[in-house]
């Protein structure tokens, strides 16, 4: 089995700055894909970074320039630096972690998600 396991959220002003972070256990073989989700609510759960095992970045449009995201292989864990922050950012945010079980399978866990809020 697999932990994933978010921490860092919390509530900020308009302009402010969050960082997340999250930490994979468990019987890995290796991670391939970190990547954070937001859930606001009446919405769809919606990427708003990734970062491959060999440091490809991709983020959201409404985050680029934001929003930073950043992965220490050998500790299993990724992070997500947010600065400017805005009311629309407010969400559940996940982390969501592809890891390889066997040299041939990927398996994708999901943590359970730290509330962000933006004030305006």
């Known amino acids: 089995q697999v932990q994933v396991v978010e921490s860092g959220g919390g509530l900020v002003q308009a302009g402010g700055s969050l960082r997340l972070s999250c930490a994979a256990s468990g019987s890995i073989f290796s991670i391939n894909d970190m990547g954070w989700y937001r859930q606001a609510p009446g919405k769809q759960r919606e990427l708003v970074a990734s970062?491959?095992?060999?440091?490809?970045?991709k983020y959201a449009d409404s985050v680029k320039g934001r929003f930073i995201i950043s992965r220490d292989n050998p500790k299993n864990t990724v992070h997500l630096q947010m600065n400017n922050l805005k009311p629309e950012d407010t969400a559940v945010y996940l982390c969501?972690?592809?890891?390889?079980?066997?040299?041939?399978?990927?398996?994708?866990?999901w943590g359970q998600g730290t509330q962000v809020t933006v004030s305006s």
């Open positions: 969501n972690v592809v890891w390889w079980a066997t040299a041939h399978r990927t398996e994708r866990t």
């Open positions: 970062i491959t095992s060999g440091g490809l970045t």
